[in-house]
């Protein structure tokens, strides 16, 4: 028997938030907080959600009228929690007028973002905008019916300009680093494209908090939309699983009214540099050294690494004597105790989060997460062998064979001249060099460090000859 759908019981808040990106991180984190902050404090902050792409999302929410669930997944069970932030879902390519419109809705202050990084349309090299990206070069050429989202937010921004209505403020909540400045360039350029003095009015008049976010949100399968259905006697089709953890920290950096999303958590603070270092370094440094490591170990996710002894002292090895000496301490926090939280995380059995997915992209990842405190490991004189024996993990995996020899399904922008590059050097000191000088990936100062070379080299020799596992008790033994 088919059982009823998941529906809404509350009556929906006027919007006052536009979203761009509504998949699941967006509905474990920036939809729940809005929908908790609603609760304790009030205000008309309900979420226009708008789709780049497919309809799939709104096909799942209207017809339960924006609600759905999102699941904690805790080591003692699962915890459904409604949430019911969601007023409206539109998909952009069916109508670009109707998200203008609610983009120029006097009632919305702030426009909030979860498109990842190909969503902003940088250069890889430069970090600049693609101008000759074929949907920027669209969003130019036709600015009045845009496709990505910078091109909605510069033509929302010039209508209401045009109609005398207050900016609103733009939220990047994407896991990149400086992200605030990173959009605003993104948007700038853009709008300079189209109109100098439209550019400078958004450089005068509009706010780009910087956002730091964290909380592991797998996809959500259907084995996970019947469970659900099984234990609350509804289907919803909308349904978010997502750790019990979660951290917001956002930069006190806005002139538009804002939810109250302190009282449902969120750190408000002057300066978000700090704890987004935290994270790209404690969490997302270590989380890629156990993809890579703990992959060619043979460990499918990162609960099953953290169960290897060797590999759970990899994790504390890296954060006291090659991460956390590199960084400042954020405001109120405990770094210690915010990387025994790490842990206590990655051992949860109920968020299987696999190392090859973690593994992916990593030519895009490795600057900020490994070879920042590399060179900031160095430059101190301090050592680098915990981080040298994770790049040069990456630097065994991309060359597309695991330690029996099977192929590895690298996913990864420059996943085919990495592979070339390996393949075509002698030895593991030639492998190394050849990678090394990937510019995009590996800054000069470290690519011309013979200490870092010579770490590196024998770090891969170590896992071509012994393997990851070895190697990883070797480093803490």
Same mark, same amino acid.
């Given at each position: 028997?088919?059982?009823?759908?998941?529906?809404?019981?509350i009556?929906?808040?006027?919007?006052?938030?536009?979203?761009?990106?509504?998949?699941?991180?967006?509905?474990?984190f920036?939809?729940?907080?809005?929908?908790?902050?609603?609760?304790?404090s009030?205000?008309?902050? *309900?979420?226009?959600? @708008? #789709? !780049?792409?497919?309809?799939g999302?709104?096909?799942? %929410?209207? +017809?339960?009228? $924006? &609600?759905? /669930?999102?699941?904690?997944?805790?080591?003692g069970?699962?915890?459904?929690?409604?949430?019911?932030?969601?007023?409206?879902?539109?998909?952009?390519?069916?109508?670009?007028?109707?998200?203008?419109?609610?983009?120029?809705?006097? *009632?919305?202050?702030? @426009? #909030? !973002?979860?498109?990842?990084?190909?969503?902003?349309? %940088?250069? +890889?090299?430069? $970090? &600049?905008? /693609?101008?000759?990206?074929?949907?920027?070069?669209?969003?130019?050429?036709?600015?009045?019916?845009?496709?990505?989202?910078?091109?909605?937010?510069?033509?929302?921004?010039?209508?209401?300009?045009?109609?005398?209505?207050?900016?609103?403020?733009?939220?990047?909540?994407?896991?990149?680093?400086?992200?605030?400045?990173?959009?605003r360039?993104?948007?700038? &350029?853009?709008?300079?494209?189209?109109?100098?003095?439209?550019?400078?009015?958004?450089?005068?008049?509009?706010?780009?908090?910087?956002?730091m976010?964290?909380r592991?949100?797998?996809?959500?399968?259907?084995?996970?939309?019947?469970?659900?259905?099984?234990?609350?006697?509804?289907?919803?089709r909308?349904?978010?699983?997502?750790?019990?953890?979660?951290?917001w920290?956002?930069e006190?950096?806005?002139?538009?009214?804002?939810?109250?999303?302190?009282?449902?958590?969120?750190?408000?603070?002057?300066?978000?540099?700090?704890?987004e270092?935290?994270?790209?370094?404690?969490?997302?440094?270590?989380?890629?050294?156990?993809?890579?490591?703990g992959?060619?170990?043979?460990?499918?996710?990162?609960?099953?690494?953290?169960?290897?002894?060797?590999?759970?002292?990899?994790c504390?090895?890296?954060?006291t004597?090659?991460?956390?000496?590199?960084?400042?301490?954020?405001?109120?926090?405990?770094?210690?105790?915010?990387?025994?939280?790490?842990?206590?995380?990655?051992?949860?059995?109920?968020?299987?989060?696999?190392?090859?997915q973690?593994?992916?992209d990593?030519?895009?990842?490795?600057?900020?997460?490994?070879?920042?405190?590399?060179?900031?490991?160095?430059?101190?004189?301090?050592?680098?062998?915990?981080?040298?024996?994770?790049?040069?993990?990456?630097?065994?995996?991309?060359?597309?064979?695991?330690?029996?020899?099977?192929?590895?399904?690298?996913?990864?922008?420059?996943?085919?001249?990495?592979?070339?590059?390996?393949?075509?050097?002698?030895?593991?000191?030639?492998?190394?060099?050849?990678?090394?000088?990937?510019?995009?990936?590996?800054?000069?100062?470290?690519?011309?460090?013979?200490?870092?070379?010579?770490?590196l080299?024998?770090?891969?020799?170590?896992?071509?000859?012994?393997?990851a596992?070895?190697?990883?008790?070797r480093?803490?033994?």
């Amino acid at each position: 028997m088919r059982l009823p759908r998941l529906t809404r019981t509350i009556p929906r808040p006027g919007t006052g938030l536009v979203h761009f990106g509504p998949g699941a991180f967006f509905r474990s984190f920036v939809a729940a907080y809005t929908d908790q902050a609603m609760a304790a404090s009030g205000g008309e902050w *309900g979420i226009c959600a @708008v #789709s !780049l792409r497919s309809a799939g999302i709104r096909d799942a %929410l209207v +017809p339960q009228g $924006g &609600a759905y /669930q999102v699941v904690e997944m805790t080591p003692g069970g699962e915890r459904p929690q409604r949430v019911e932030a969601i007023t409206d879902v539109l998909v952009a390519p069916e109508d670009p007028g109707a998200v203008l419109a609610a983009m120029t809705d006097p *009632g919305v202050h702030v @426009v #909030s !973002l979860t498109i990842t990084e190909k969503g902003y349309h %940088l250069s +890889p090299a430069s $970090g &600049a905008l /693609q101008r000759d990206d074929p949907e920027i070069a669209r969003d130019i050429a036709h600015p009045r019916a845009p496709c990505t989202a910078p091109g909605f937010i510069v033509a929302a921004l010039a209508a209401r300009r045009a109609a005398g209505i207050a900016p609103f403020a733009v939220l990047s909540c994407d896991n990149l680093p400086g992200n605030g400045a990173l959009a605003r360039g993104v948007v700038l &350029a853009l709008a300079r494209a189209r109109d100098a003095e439209l550019a400078d009015w958004i450089a005068a008049n509009v706010r780009f908090p910087a956002t730091m976010v964290d909380r592991i949100t797998p996809a959500t399968t259907e084995d996970d939309i019947a469970r659900l259905a099984r234990a609350t006697g509804v289907e919803d089709r909308a349904c978010v699983f997502a750790e019990p953890f979660r951290q917001w920290v956002i930069e006190d950096d806005f002139d538009t009214p804002r939810p109250d999303w302190a009282a449902a958590g969120a750190q408000i603070v002057g300066d978000v540099a700090p704890f987004e270092a935290m994270k790209l370094r404690c969490l997302n440094g270590t989380h890629s050294a156990l993809a890579y490591l703990g992959y060619l170990a043979g460990h499918e996710t990162v609960c099953d690494a953290v169960g290897d002894a060797p590999f759970e002292a990899l994790c504390r090895h890296l954060w006291t004597a090659e991460i956390l000496p590199t960084l400042e301490t954020p405001e109120g926090e405990d770094l210690p105790a915010y990387c025994d939280a790490l842990l206590a995380r990655y051992r949860n059995p109920a968020i299987r989060h696999r190392t090859w997915q973690i593994a992916m992209d990593g030519s895009q990842k490795l600057p900020q997460r490994l070879l920042a405190p590399m060179a900031d490991q160095r430059a101190a004189g301090r050592g680098i062998g915990g981080l040298a024996l994770a790049v040069a993990a990456w630097m065994r995996y991309v060359g597309g064979r695991d330690e029996a020899g099977r192929p590895i399904d690298v996913r990864d922008p420059l996943a085919d001249r990495l592979r070339a590059l390996s393949a075509g050097a002698d030895g593991p000191a030639a492998r190394v060099r050849a990678l090394v000088s990937v510019e995009t990936v590996f800054p000069r100062a470290l690519a011309e460090d013979r200490g870092v070379i010579d770490a590196l080299a024998q770090a891969l020799d170590g896992l071509e000859r012994i393997g990851a596992r070895q190697m990883v008790g070797r480093l803490v033994a």
